[in-house]
């Protein structure tokens, strides 16, 4: 069964250090977003592609975070430096249709 | 602007009964409606939707539900199994947005054995 890949599942780093995570959305799923969940609230957005172009960076801060999907198929996000605030799961989903999108294990992220 | 919103932040019901979780929203111009089941440390799984023109659609023990006049949605799972409890998130999508989904802050059901 096709599914979205993330790695790392778990990320412990310090403050002010860089961190990257990766995605692999489904096999021609044109549209890739990252989500940021942090616990007692929903995913909210922070950046969304389609093929390789942003369509929605609008709260994606982009003083720290980066986002790049070079070829339009895998995707990854940056944080440099990382904050304590920093600390959530990040998520990454893909979709195919605006009735469905498929979100990937996502990565736990804590900031010490 | 939170355009998704579940009020009710858990909800516990005994094996086997019904379990209602319920979604308000204020975009009339959403295309679709979704719903999430998360486990913690995982990511969420998609459960069921429903398009804006249907009222209901079903898919074995999930039942959504679609009251447009209303702008409010709601899952039925039938019968409700400890397997169930977890998060579960709605979420709504629209095309004049680029297909972006906005989700609500969730509901975490307790199914008690």
């Known amino acids: 069964e096709a599914e979205v890949a993330q790695s790392p599942r778990y990320k412990i780093t310090e403050k002010s250090q860089a961190v990257a995570f990766w995605c692999d959305p489904i096999?021609?799923?044109?549209?890739l977003y990252w989500y940021r969940q942090i616990l007692g609230q929903g995913p909210e957005l922070l950046v969304q592609?389609?093929?390789?172009?942003?369509?929605?960076d609008s709260q994606l801060p982009k003083d720290r975070f980066s986002a790049e999907r070079l070829k339009g198929v895998d995707s990854t996000l940056k944080i440099q430096p990382a904050e304590l605030g920093d600390s959530a799961m990040y998520l990454c989903?893909?979709?195919?249709?605006?009735?469905?999108?498929?979100f990937g294990q996502g990565t736990r992220l804590t900031v010490v | 602007d939170q355009q998704v919103k579940q009020n009710s932040p858990s909800l516990s019901v005994q094996e086997g009964r019904i379990s209602i979780l319920n979604c308000d929203y204020t975009n009339s111009m959403f295309d679709y409606f979704l719903w999430y089941k998360k486990y913690p440390a995982e990511g969420p799984t998609f459960l069921i939707s429903i398009s804006s023109i249907k009222d209901k659609n079903e898919d074995g023990r999930f039942t959504v539900f679609l009251n447009k006049s209303a702008k409010h949605l709601s899952l039925h799972i039938v019968p409700s199994q400890p397997g169930d409890s977890a998060v579960y998130f709605c979420a709504a999508s629209a095309v004049y947005t680029g297909n972006q989904f906005y989700f609500g802050t969730g509901t975490s059901l307790t199914v008690i054995p």
């Open positions: 989903a893909s979709s195919l249709a605006v009735s469905e999108a498929f």
């Open positions: 096999s021609g799923h044109a549209t």
């Open positions: 592609f389609q093929d390789e172009s942003v369509v929605d």
